[in-house]
């Protein structure tokens, strides 16, 4: 079946070093590729999204890498801060239904 | 803009009872969704409206599940009878077509619990 998974269901990072999050998909035929954040007892946040075309995208302090050899998708932030403490979810989007992964959950070591 | 607004924040039922979870999109935002959030399946889409009207419905687990919407600013998740595997976080999400395809504004969420 079609499905988008995260490779680690953890993460942990000091806080100023660059967090790294990856996840893998099955579904080639998706037009975009999105990561969400979830804060606790929030609902889901849009962080940013790349389109199956690019393989490279930048916001701020947060760049999303896609590699359609491997369907590997990944989110890397720079100096981690407290505030990004949270679990991170890729999905993608198919005519308006998006697909979650199961989610990362980064904690930002003081 | 005070975002998607859901109300009961929590609520707690016994088996068997109906429940009715509610949301008001932002306002101007033309599609609306529902989730559902567990443990055990993650965050799953359960139905989404475009101008008010139902387009995709297949993710709702059975007919003990409906949902409407009235107006642009109303939508309401009911479940009839419910049970204690219906216990969940249920989300409710808009989003503009004007605006980002893949940004969905997601409200606080209503935490239901079956007993």
């Given at each position: 079946?079609?499905?988008?998974?995260?490779?680690?269901?953890?993460?942990?990072?000091?806080?100023?070093?660059?967090?790294?999050?990856?996840?893998?998909?099955?579904?080639?035929?998706?037009?975009?590729?999105?990561?969400?954040?979830?804060?606790?007892?929030?609902?889901?946040?849009?962080?940013?999204?790349?389109?199956?075309?690019?393989d490279?995208?930048?916001?701020q302090?947060?760049?999303?890498?896609?590699?359609?050899?491997?369907?590997?998708l990944?989110?890397?932030?720079a100096?981690?801060?407290?505030?990004?403490?949270?679990?991170?979810?890729?999905?993608?989007?198919?005519?308006?239904?998006?697909?979650?992964?199961?989610?990362?959950?980064?904690t930002?070591?003081? | 803009?005070?975002?998607?607004?859901?109300?009961?924040?929590?609520?707690?039922?016994?088996?068997?009872?109906?429940?009715?979870?509610r949301?008001?999109?932002?306002?101007?935002?033309?599609?609306?969704?529902?989730?559902?959030?567990?443990?055990?399946?993650?965050?799953?889409?359960?139905?989404?409206?475009?101008?008010?009207?139902?387009?995709?419905?297949?993710?709702?687990?059975?007919?003990?599940?409906?949902?409407?919407?009235?107006?642009?600013?109303?939508?309401?998740?009911?479940?009839?009878?419910?049970?204690?595997?219906?216990s969940?976080?249920?989300?409710?999400?808009?989003?503009s077509?004007s605006?980002?395809?893949?940004?969905?504004?997601?409200?606080?969420?209503?935490?239901?619990?079956?007993?």
């Amino acid at each position: 079946g079609e499905s988008v998974g995260l490779h680690l269901p953890t993460l942990s990072v000091q806080e100023g070093d660059n967090s790294i999050i990856n996840c893998a998909y099955s579904n080639s035929a998706s037009d975009y590729f999105i990561w969400y954040k979830q804060e606790s007892g929030k609902g889901p946040q849009f962080i940013i999204d790349i389109r199956s075309n690019m393989d490279k995208r930048q916001g701020q302090r947060v760049t999303v890498l896609l590699n359609k050899t491997v369907k590997h998708l990944s989110l890397q932030i720079a100096a981690t801060q407290p505030g990004d403490s949270a679990v991170y979810f890729c999905a993608e989007n198919n005519d308006y239904k998006l697909s979650f992964g199961a989610g990362t959950t980064v904690t930002v070591r003081a | 803009d005070a975002g998607v607004i859901q109300s009961p924040r929590h609520e707690v039922t016994e088996m068997g009872q109906e429940v009715t979870l509610r949301c008001k999109p932002i306002s101007g935002h033309d599609y609306l969704f529902w989730y559902r959030q567990t443990m055990m399946r993650g965050l799953e889409l359960l139905i989404y409206f475009n101008n008010n009207v139902p387009i995709d419905d297949s993710g709702m687990p059975e007919d003990r599940f409906s949902a409407k919407m009235p107006n642009a600013s109303f939508s309401t998740l009911k479940i009839q009878p419910s049970e204690p595997r219906d216990s969940a976080v249920y989300f409710c999400a808009s989003s503009s077509s004007s605006a980002s395809y893949n940004e969905q504004f997601f409200g606080p969420g209503t935490r239901l619990t079956v007993l």
